[in-house]
């Protein structure tokens, strides 16, 4: 019988805190010191959801070859060497392809652990149409996968279908948050420099500052709706600039405000008056689940499996894929309705902790981590 614990290793193209970072660090944070962890983000200056993880939990960062690069021979031996010595293998989305590639290719010769994929959506090069190319390469490196998770009704379908796994591999897990955290309404101060005025409203929103966000709609919203109310985008990345020079193009530098990644939303999603997501692609939003426990109605397109988490009551203020002029409408009508937001909010709070609690994800996660690993 083996008393030590199982080794992990987790295989990121980066760990900045976004959808599937933070998934990570939950589950890591809730199995404690049942297992250690490695992780590797392909771009190790990309770090920002390590500040996540508990002080109590064993975590390394060991060196790894390059995630990326050209799927030679050579290449792929050099990265399933680097994957020995590990009870299991849990590669994430595309930018970690080429480790599950490696895994198919040399799991016997270097007796390598069961290797469990991950999806969780794609990029802006692939939100009209999946590349023909990738579904090939996936179909062949997910060959000796011991399964693949996906969160998403959608994820699922493409899997079965375009990428042609089997049935017994794909495994649909719904991600999952500690919904009683978001039970109270959170402090009006935020963060220095960021408090909710009183009679001030908020629409807002927790998201990447990245092009597939499609963030310049909301910016472009928010100087549509009275002036008493404020747009709040809580994360960072790369469209920040971009989003703070068409705030003053509009004239409403004021009434935007960027605070960076807030690590805890439990303290700042519950002072939403509406939740607003715009993103082009979206598979199975925990930004959206966050919102509903926090008693927050959402505006969003019908993209991903949105349609399906929401609450009935929340159905009608969802848009058409691709329709801008929808979505903003929604958030006007909205904003007129202090009562429906208050309404459909109630309704959303009781379906994320009806269904959406992080127990459940938690459990299977582990039922399907630790059964692959024979504990």
Known sequence: ???????????????????????????????????????????????????????????????????????????????????TRFDLICSYNWGAIDA??????????????????????????????????????????????????????????????????????VQRIGNGIETQDFAEAPKPQVQPGLAKASGS?????????????????????????????????????PQRGALEQLARDLGVEARVHLPGFVDQPEKIVGLFDIFALSSHSEQFPISVVEAMAAGVPVVAPRVGDIAEMVASENGPLLSAAGDEAGLVGSLRNL????????????????????????DAMTRRYRALYWGLMGR
């Not at 990309?46 to 390394?60: E, M, Q, T």
């Open 1 to 83: 019988m083996n008393l030590l614990p199982p080794r992990i290793l987790h295989l990121h193209s980066t760990f900045d805190a976004g959808g599937k970072e933070v998934r990570c660090t939950r589950l890591i944070n809730a199995w404690q010191q049942d297992a250690d962890h490695a992780i590797v983000s392909g771009d190790p200056t990309k770090r920002g959801a390590a500040h996540l993880l508990s002080s109590v939990v064993k975590v390394s960062w060991p060196r790894f070859p390059p995630l990326q690069g050209r799927p030679t021979p050579r290449r792929l031996k050099a990265l399933a060497e680097a994957m």
């Open 100 to 169: 599950v590639m490696a895994h198919t290719l040399f799991a016997d010769r270097f007796g390598l652990a069961p290797l469990v994929h991950h999806e969780d959506g794609f990029n802006e090069d692939e939100i009209d149409r999946l590349k023909t190319r990738r579904n090939w390469y996936r179909r062949i490196a997910l060959g000796r996968s011991a399964a693949l998770v996906v969160p998403s009704r959608q994820l699922e379908r493409i899997a079965l279908e375009q990428w042609q796994q089997p049935r017994a591999r």
């Open 201 to 237: 409203l908020w629409l807002g929103t927790l998201a990447g500052l990245r092009e597939v966000k499609n963030l310049a709609v909301l910016v472009s919203a928010i100087a549509q709706l009275p002036p008493e109310w404020q747009l709040v985008i809580a994360g960072e990345g």
């Open 335 to 358: 904003a007129q309705q202090p009562d429906q937001r208050r309404r459909i909010g109630a309704a959303n709070r009781l379906k994320a902790q009806a269904e959406y609690d992080a």
